[in-house]
């Protein structure tokens, strides 16, 4: 499986202390060099710095080989290189919670997963406990909005009863 992520989900992960997930649940995960970039900016996170500036094994960095054409330009220079890598290397999913990144990505056919989603589905695996998880990520400031939130509920509801 091939997984390229953005800044936000890995900024959100290795601040509430579940960036361990993601080789759990991806084996390796690619980030173009924009996203480690911005992950090392002196006003970044202490242990988001310290994640960036040494990256465990399993975290790949990739030059991209040419922005995409066309993409829109409210975009970061982060999440315009995600977009890039994900479609050089017809990635399986990008990680990215940005919304006009995401439907950038989707408008590509690239499968977009937010920060919440991997909650859940490292939840549906037996990795963690997503309301507590879920709460952590509020008390940082993350915002989804309500019908994101009760989509994800639900479906770790309905994980419970089976």
């Given at each position: 499986m091939?997984?390229?992520?953005?800044?936000s989900?890995l900024?959100?992960?290795?601040r509430?202390?579940y960036v361990w997930?993601?080789p759990e649940?991806?084996?390796?995960?690619l980030?173009?060099k924009?996203?480690l970039?911005?992950?090392?900016h002196?006003?970044?996170?202490?242990?988001?710095?310290?994640?960036?500036?040494?990256?465990?094994?399993?975290l790949?960095?990739?030059e991209?080989?040419?922005?995409a054409?066309?993409l829109?330009?409210?975009?970061?220079?982060?999440?315009r290189?995600?977009?890039?890598?994900a479609?050089?290397?017809?990635?399986?999913?990008?990680?990215?919670?940005?919304?006009?990144?995401?439907?950038e990505?989707?408008?590509r056919?690239?499968a977009?997963?937010?920060?919440?989603?991997?909650?859940?589905?490292?939840?549906l695996?037996?990795?963690?406990?997503?309301?507590?998880?879920?709460?952590?990520?509020?008390?940082?400031g993350?915002?989804?909005s309500?019908?994101?939130?009760?989509?994800?509920?639900?479906?770790?509801s309905?994980?419970?009863?089976?």
């Open positions: 091939i997984v390229v992520a953005n800044t989900p900024n959100y992960l290795t509430s202390g997930i993601l649940l991806f084996g390796k995960v980030v173009p924009a996203v970039t911005e992950m090392l002196p006003q970044a996170p202490a242990e988001v710095h310290t994640f960036a500036s040494s990256p465990p094994p399993w790949e960095c990739v991209v080989g040419r922005i054409c066309g829109d330009s409210s975009l970061g220079e982060g999440e290189e995600a977009i890039s890598l479609l050089e290397t017809h990635a399986d999913a990008l990680l990215i919670d940005d919304l006009a990144g995401r439907r990505a989707q408008s056919h690239i977009a997963r937010g920060t919440l989603a991997i909650l859940l589905q490292a939840s695996r037996g990795h963690l406990h997503f309301p507590t998880a879920f709460e952590q990520l509020r008390q940082m993350f915002r989804a309500s019908a994101i939130q009760e989509a994800l509920f639900d479906a770790h309905k994980s419970q009863l089976g």
